[in-house]
């Protein structure tokens, strides 16, 4: 209390200079309109700044609320694309999946079998064998679980094969990393009787229970044919940069055990 009245006494004369200038503005702005106007104006525009930056400082702060709110949204409508996209004969969809968000939490792609971790394990519903997605393209699949995370195969793994087609003409191939270019991979076993074209989009063949039909992968980058083989060697360049994504979908198929057992 007694440095609070020293610093008082010590800056006495500016802190009357302060009061006298209150009082001197409220008794100039009472004697007329004209200054009345003015003072409300600047008043108001001082109001104005100072709740412009309370509400910027709070949105700020809601960031990661606001952004996690984006997220559940945009899982909602992956969801719904991917089960609208998937139809049987009856008009209801044929094999249904449920999505679930997670972030990836450690990535590598400096090896010739790379695999990443991901923040959801037993405990949020994940299991073995499920496909992992994110905006853009496929990441990899699901290959053990823990309480709370679990371990991945990326797509970026030389023993890994998925199942993708030409979405014009639904010509089926296999996909696989060759270990090289982690934004490459190779589309084998397209048959010399189909059409390809740089620039044709690969996507999902929906022929495993991982992923669904028609998540997208890539364009045709290169190719070439071998008549003898009868084949194409097809380069396909990813839509998605595994290194840097960070916000994956995981993708539970409702008909995987069924399907697992009439196997």
């Known amino acids: 209390m007694e440095q609070i009245i020293n610093a008082f006494l010590k800056n006495k004369k500016f802190i009357l200079f302060i009061v006298l200038l209150f009082f001197s503005l409220i008794f100039i702005r009472n004697r007329s309109l004209y200054h009345q106007s003015k003072f409300d104006k600047l008043a108001t525009s001082i109001t104005g700044e100072i709740f412009n930056s309370r509400t910027s400082i709070s949105e700020y702060f809601n960031l990661k609320k606001i952004n996690d709110e984006v997220l559940l949204e945009n899982k909602n409508l992956k969801e719904a694309l991917i089960n609208k996209n998937n139809y049987g004969l009856n008009g209801e969809s044929s094999v249904k999946f449920e999505a679930f968000l997670a972030k990836i939490v450690k990535n590598s792609i400096k090896s010739s079998r790379n695999y990443l971790i991901i923040n959801k394990g037993k405990k949020d519903s994940i299991k073995e064998e499920m496909g992992i997605i994110s905006s853009k393209g496929i990441i990899g699949i699901?290959?053990?679980?823990?309480?709370?995370?679990?371990?991945?195969?990326?797509?970026?793994?030389?023993?890994?094969?998925?199942?993708?087609?030409?979405?014009?003409?639904?010509?089926?191939?296999?996909?696989?990393?060759?270990?090289?270019?982690?934004?490459?991979?190779?589309?084998?076993?397209?048959?010399?009787?189909?059409?390809?074209?740089?620039?044709?989009?690969?996507?999902?063949?929906?022929?495993?229970?991982?992923?669904?039909?028609?998540?997208?992968?890539?364009?045709?980058?290169?190719?070439?044919?071998?008549?003898?083989?009868?084949?194409?060697?097809?380069?396909?360049?990813?839509?998605?940069?595994?290194?840097?994504?960070?916000?994956?979908?995981?993708?539970?198929?409702?008909?995987?055990?069924?399907?697992?057992?009439?196997?």
Do not use: C, H, R
């Open 142 to 263: 699901v290959n053990s679980v823990s309480e709370n995370y679990s371990s991945v195969i990326s797509i970026l793994n030389i023993d890994l094969q998925i199942n993708a087609k030409f979405k014009k003409n639904n010509a089926f191939g296999s996909l696989n990393w060759d270990g090289i270019n982690s934004n490459k991979m190779n589309l084998n076993d397209i048959s010399i009787i189909n059409d390809v074209n740089i620039g044709d989009t690969i996507v999902t063949g929906g022929m495993s229970t991982y992923f669904p039909e028609g998540i997208p992968i890539g364009v045709v980058s290169d190719y070439n044919i071998f008549l003898d083989k009868g084949y194409y060697e097809v380069k396909i360049e990813l839509n998605n940069k595994v290194g840097n994504e960070t916000n994956v979908y995981v993708l539970k198929n409702k008909s995987q055990k069924e399907i697992i057992n009439l196997e």
